[in-house]
């Protein structure tokens, strides 16, 4: 079984009235608070896919947990409950069962709730599931800051990660034909957030350019990437892109005449839908 801690968004209507800045949560009442420590609300949804790593049949989600006041020098209880209304996952089928009371230990702010999602149900293949649960109020803790709400949204497919719309003006729409093709040939699952990184950034810029070059010009991408395929099914005119190791997903391709412009090589969007990915 494998640990991971991700990068994390969230809906508002999850968590009105949360605030940007965790740090301005050190409100006092007559007893210490406890709250989920996101950035702000939009990232109070936790996003997961098998498809990134397909070897792994379990998959922790680690969510951080911080009390605002004073540390104690004993162990206080926490507890976190489920909301039913929202959550589709099914306990001991999805995940492991988690609710329940948790312990704080002595002299310590700050909790790592482990989630441990599975990947056997077929189910997965097609649809996404949610975890949605709330931390709630014991004699320790109250729970009374924003922020107490967290959703894990997790499938065996690709899913928009938070970062794409931040990319957008490269990247354009989202679609998973296209998030499969950024995976194959940019070198990396991953793109950071420009606003914080310089030299990351950079990086991400790089990423984008190898995407945008394989799609440009994929005979001399696979050329050089022999894992992968680009098998012409209609002579001169239709291809399809796949992992030689994974052959069941491919994405179609078409060979247009663009004028003075010369050939160019242009992929179809979601399963063969009529939009098609210029890039």
């Known amino acids: 079984m494998k640990t991971f801690i991700l990068y994390l968004f969230l809906p508002l209507a999850l968590v009105a009235g949360a605030c940007d800045d965790a740090n ?55 507890a976190v409950e489920m909301i039913p209304s929202l959550t589709t996952a099914l306990p001991v089928t999805h995940h492991e069962p988690f609710a329940g009371e948790r312990v704080m230990a002595a002299d310590s702010g700050t909790y790592r709730l482990p989630v441990t999602l599975y990947k056997s149900d077929p189910l997965l293949l097609d649809s996404t599931l949610v975890i949605a649960f709330r931390l709630v109020e014991t004699t320790d803790f109250a729970t009374r800051l924003p922020l107490t709400t967290a959703v894990i949204s997790f499938s065996n497919r690709l899913e928009k990660p938070g970062w794409w719309d931040t990319w957008a003006s490269d990247l354009g729409a989202y679609s998973r034909n296209k998030h499969f093709l950024f995976i194959s040939t940019s070198g990396t699952i991953d793109l950071n957030d420009p ?85």
């Open 24 to 78: 301005d949560y050190a409100y006092r009442a007559d007893k210490d608070n406890i709250y989920f420590d996101f950035a702000d609300s939009l990232k109070s949804l936790i996003t997961f896919s098998f498809a990134y790593p397909p070897e792994v049949e379990s998959y922790t989600v680690n969510v951080p947990v911080r009390i605002s006041g004073d540390r104690a020098p004993r162990d206080r209880k926490f």
């Open 195 to 279: 606003s914080t990184e310089g030299e990351k950034t950079i990086q991400s810029l790089n990423y984008i350019k190898n995407f945008k070059a394989a799609l440009f010009d994929p005979v001399s991408w696979v050329e050089k990437h022999p894992g992968f395929a680009f098998e012409e099914t209609v002579p001169g005119t239709m291809f399809e892109f796949y992992d030689r190791a994974k052959p069941a997903k491919r994405v179609a391709c078409i060979l247009v005449n663009m004028g003075p412009s010369g050939n160019r090589y242009i992929f179809f969007d979601d399963d063969n839908a009529p939009t098609i990915i210029y890039m």
